[in-house]
């Protein structure tokens, strides 16, 4: 009997469905840990603009403090100034005797159940492929960010335990705020949707016009800073140089990487502060701030390479593209993005334009597209509704291809998050209404429900 209980046990528990119970088992083992060291309940917190100091994002002295789309986290503020070793709220945080080395540890999951499509549908085969009932783990992080030999030096790392991927690996020097130095590999930034992290998101996941402009993690140097701090010229900029193949140092998601175009990417990106405070990364309102904090901003880029896109899996290509070989695409884009947060409501909107040139074929293929959304939490105008819920709409739009007709893709979504402690602990749900315009009138539509639990700790 007991033969055929564990044949069964080996039946019904594949490798993938174990992995898939024995990850959710350590995230409530390690809740449980930290309920241990304190408990609280969310709460809107007011922003430090009431007393005139930064008020961007999560807290920070600044928010390119280390490199990473999170790490915004100043990491004195969260380390045991009593003990080298310790397990709370904020994650597993380490200081050396002597002070010269800090870091914060942290994990995260997001357990999503998507119907009928895994992604959203975006050709029109796609549209004839509904059915999907898909639950899985669509990310498990571990972080670490800190400080090594000065306060002033910082390192930011990220491994995805889903895809065994490192994704980034970064050191900013950061001794002045108008002049800092960041090098290794990291989220470039260009468009903010991208640039906010998948935990800090208003909706399950980022908009259709991610996939077809995103310039994603990058390998390079870059030079950035704040200047003007707390005036009315408050402004961020960024300048680097990278690679230009995507992440990953030996290979990338299309193969073995090729540095012999003879042509690195460059970026750069300019961001207004225009109401005298930095809004940082990250979407909705959770800290409620008292006072509006807003930023309006441009990016450009030019790059030369084998890829057409770019992806956390590395390098890849467009719909209607192949890789290529080594500096055979010459892609240049621009981007216009704008973000406010004022007592409970958000708003973020962004435009990009991107030419990609085939000097091989000696082809051109023009692009655009744009999203704009927003949310609330209703608790701020009537207060029987609960604090935790937010609700948010979006709208975004792709023409993949400016000289062609009847490819444009559409998308309309409804959001509701319910934040139990904030982006560290809540449920999304979602529901979006995809759409493909075709030259020959038969256009297609098609409705995607997502259900998301996305836990920090």
């Not at 597209?369 to 939490?377: A, E, K, L």
């Not at 602990?425 to 539509?445: E, I, M, P, Q, Y």
Request: glycine letters at 12%; aromatic letters at 12%.
């Amino acid at each position: 009997m007991h033969s055929n209980l564990g044949h069964a046990a080996r039946h019904l528990l594949p490798g993938r469905l174990v992995r898939f119970l024995l990850i959710p088992a350590c995230l409530l083992c390690g809740a449980i840990g930290v309920r241990a060291d304190g408990s609280r309940e969310f709460e809107p917190r007011v922003s430090p603009a009431r007393t005139g100091q930064a008020s961007g994002g999560p807290q920070t002295s600044d928010p390119v403090s280390s490199g990473g789309e999170e790490s915004r986290v100043e990491p004195n503020a969260a380390l045991s100034k009593d003990g080298t070793l310790r397990i709370g709220r904020k994650g597993l945080r380490i200081r050396s005797g002597s002070g010269a080395f800090k870091a914060e540890m942290h994990l995260r999951s997001q357990i999503r159940f998507s119907t009928p499509f895994t992604s959203a549908p975006r050709r029109n085969g796609d549209f004839f492929r509904a059915g999907d009932r898909d639950l899985r783990f669509r990310r498990a992080r571990f972080k670490a960010r800190g400080e090594v030999f000065r306060p002033w030096i910082r390192f930011n790392t990220e491994y995805d335990l889903v895809g065994t991927r490192l994704l980034d690996a970064n050191v900013t020097i950061q001794k002045w705020d108008w002049l800092q130095f960041r090098f290794g590999q990291w989220k470039t930034e260009f468009g903010r949707e991208r640039v906010d992290s998948s935990g800090r998101q208003e909706f399950a996941d980022r908009s259709i016009v991610n996939r077809q402009f995103t310039v994603d993690r990058q390998k390079g140097f870059q030079v950035l800073g704040r200047v003007m701090k707390g005036t009315l010229a408050d402004s961020r900029y960024h300048a680097g140089v990278f690679t230009g193949n995507g992440r990953g140092f030996r290979e990338s998601g299309a193969g073995r990487l090729d540095n012999r175009d003879g042509s690195p990417m460059w970026t750069a990106r300019y961001q207004w502060n225009f109401l005298r405070d930095d809004p940082g990364y990250s979407q909705s309102d959770v800290e409620y701030h008292e006072s509006p904090v807003a930023a309006v901003a441009v990016s450009a880029l030019s790059n030369r390479s084998r890829f057409t896109r770019f992806s956390g899996s590395g390098g890849g290509r467009l719909d209607g593209f192949e890789v290529g070989l080594p500096g055979q695409f010459a892609v240049k884009q621009i981007a216009e993005d704008f973000v406010l947060k004022y007592r409970g409501l958000f708003l973020q909107h962004e435009f990009h334009w991107k030419n990609v040139r085939d000097r091989m074929h000696h082809r051109i293929r023009r692009m655009r597209g744009g999203t704009v959304q927003g949310g609330y939490f209703p608790h701020h105008v009537a207060s029987w509704v609960p604090r935790e819920l937010e609700l948010g709409l979006r709208f975004a739009a792709i023409d993949p291809n400016r000289a062609r007709q009847g490819d444009r893709v559409t998308e309309a979504s409804f959001v509701v998050n319910w934040f139990l402690e904030g982006h560290d602990n809540k449920l999304t749900f979602d529901v979006g209404r995809f759409g493909l315009a075709r030259a020959d009138g038969a256009d297609r539509s098609a409705i995607q429900f997502r259900v998301q639990w996305d836990v920090t700790f």
